[in-house]
C-alpha cells in the first residue's frame, strides 16, 4: 500500500505516518516525488488495514499497490526515475552511453579505448576488472590492479566508471572505486549481494539474467532498494532462447515492458546479446528506437587479441558509427 501525503505535508507529518506504519508491523518507506511525498508500506503479506492512517495529518489517501515489487513499481513513483552522477544523467530522456572493452587487460589499452570512446561521445567507462567467467580456466581479471587503472582512466579522461562487484569478496573494493557497480546476469540473484548493493554508496547497474522474467528481474531490483539504495539502473542484455544465430536473443520488448512497470531507467547491452561485433551497430539503434535510456557497449582497439569477448566488441571506427547512428536517430 501507498500512503500518498497531500502536496504541502511536513516531514514531520511523513515521519508520523513512518511511526504508525511501524506500529502496524510493516516497515514505511518515504517516496519523495516531484507532486508529492508517498510512504510505501513494505513487509506486509496481504492488505493493510488503512484507517489509522487516513486519520493522520498530513494524508491524502492511500492506495493499493498491486504488484509485488513495491519500491521499484510505478504504481508507487509514477514518474520515471532520473540518475544524476556528476554531469551526467540517466533516464532523462536522451540515451546515455557506456563503453569500453569487456576486461581491464592493460593500462595501455585502457586509456586508448578510453580517450577513443570519450572523443566519440561516451559518457562512462565500462571494463571488468573481476570478470565472472564461464570457464575457471579462463582470464578472471586484474582484481584490484584494475580498478586502480580504471581510477586513472577516470582522472585522466573525466569519464565515469562502471564495473562488477561478482561477490561478498570484492564488492567492499569495487565501491571504492566504482561510479556505478554492475551486478551482472549470472548474479541477478544473487539475494545476498543485493542486499549489500542496497547498502552501497554508488548507483547499481543490474544486468537481467539470460533466464529471468521481468518480474524477477524487477523483484531483484526490489531487494537492493528496499536496503535503501534508490539509484537503480536496469539492464537487458539478452536470454536464451533456442535461436542459435545469436549468443543469447536480445529482448527488445523489454524495455516497454519494464518502462510501463517501473519507473526505473533501462539500459540494453547489445555485445552480451549478440556475441557478434558485426549485430550490435543495428541492435543498438533499435534499442534506441524502442526508448532504451542508454546502451552498455563493449569495444576493444584489437578485438582478436581481447583476453575476454572479443567477437562482440566494436573496433573503434565502428564504435564511432554507432554512435553517428544514434545521434541521428535522437537528433
Ligand atoms: C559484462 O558486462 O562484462 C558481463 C559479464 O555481462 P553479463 O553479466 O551480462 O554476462
Ligand atoms: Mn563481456
Sequence with gaps: MLVVMKNDAT?????AVVREIEKLGYRGIPMPGAQRTAVCVVGNEGAVQDSSLL???GVKETIKVTKPYKLVSRETHPESTIITIGDVKIGWGKPTIMAGPCAVE???QVLAIARFVKECGAQVFRGGAFKPRTSPYSFQGLGEEGLKILDKVRKKTGLLIVTEATDHTNIDLVE???D???IGARNMQSYSLLRRAGHASKPILLKRSFAATIDELLMSAEYIMSE???QVIL??????????NTRNTLDLSAVPSIKEASHLPVLVDPSHAAGRREYVIPLSKAAVAVGA???LVEVHHDPLHALSDGMQSLYPEQFRDLMEGVRRLTA
Excluded at 11 to 15: D, K, L, Y
Excluded at 235 to 244: K, L
Design 11 to 15: 516531514e514531520a507529518q511523513v515521519q
Design 55 to 57: 486519520v493522520l495529518d
Design 106 to 108: 592493460d593500462e595501455k
Design 176 to 178: 571504492q572505486y566504482a
Design 180 to 182: 556505478i557497480i554492475q
Design 228 to 230: 535503501g539504495n534508490t
Design 235 to 244: 539492464c537487458e542484455r539478452g536470454i536464451r532462447t533456442f535461436a542459435d
Design 293 to 295: 535510456d542508454g546502451l
